[in-house]
């Protein structure tokens, strides 16, 4: 039989970058994408991700299910929290994007690093790493930093600008840890093009690979 996977975003951007994973990575499965922009537009404003909003992230994960969805997988890092709160709400497995990525990076180094282009992504995915961590019993030492300016940039269409910030920051922080983990799914298009002496990690393609087990399981 084949299986579906319902796809959350909260920026259309990202729907072209999944369908291309998904094509790599599940070509059996079939897909479908819910995208709601004001989750994160709303999170931005408020600075924090509201009680209001993850409601909201439930009901969607819960359309995705009633849909037909074997999977759901939410590509948002900034409504993370939400979308682990939804999980014993939903009948069918529930994937936060980074959570694979958490786990990569926690056994992959003892200092981790965590790079975000906006503070409402920061704070939820370094929380991520640390409990990750603990559930594994690593000890590690997490370095947090913001690319400030960068999000701002790509949302306004210069993308190069965006790319270029992220790539500093990335040289920077990576000789400081053994690991950087990439807090944004939007930031992935540039992993694999500055050159850094540690490894550098993005959500979308080890969600992929992750939900490959699962899915062909």
Do not use: W
């Amino acid at each position: 039989m084949t299986k579906t996977l319902g796809l959350i975003h909260t920026s259309a951007t990202l729907v072209p970058v999944f369908a291309e994973l998904c094509a790599r990575h599940l070509p059996d499965v079939e897909t479908f994408n819910i995208v709601d922009d004001s989750l994160i537009k709303n999170t931005i404003a408020a600075g924090r991700l509201t009680p209001g909003t993850a409601r909201r992230v439930a009901g969607h994960v819960a359309s995705a299910e009633a849909a037909g969805a074997d999977h759901v997988l939410v590509t948002c890092s900034s409504i993370g929290a939400a979308v682990e709160a939804s999980e014993p709400l939903t009948g069918v497995p529930v994937t936060r994007v980074d959570r694979p990525m958490a786990d990569r990076a926690v056994a992959t180094g003892r200092r981790v690093g965590v790079l975000a282009t906006l503070s409402t992504t920061l704070d939820p995915t370094a929380d991520l790493v640390r409990r990750r961590a603990a559930a594994a019993g690593a000890e590690i030492t997490l370095t947090a930093r913001l690319c400030e300016g960068a999000f701002e940039a790509l949302m306004s269409g210069d993308a190069a600008a965006h790319d270029a910030a992220v790539a500093g920051a990335l040289r920077e922080l990576g000789g400081q840890v053994d690991v950087i983990v990439l807090a944004q799914a939007s930031m992935a298009r540039v992993a694999g093009t500055a050159e850094v002496p540690v490894p550098v990690l993005a959500s979308p393609p080890i969600a992929m690979e992750h939900l490959a087990k699962e899915l062909y399981a």
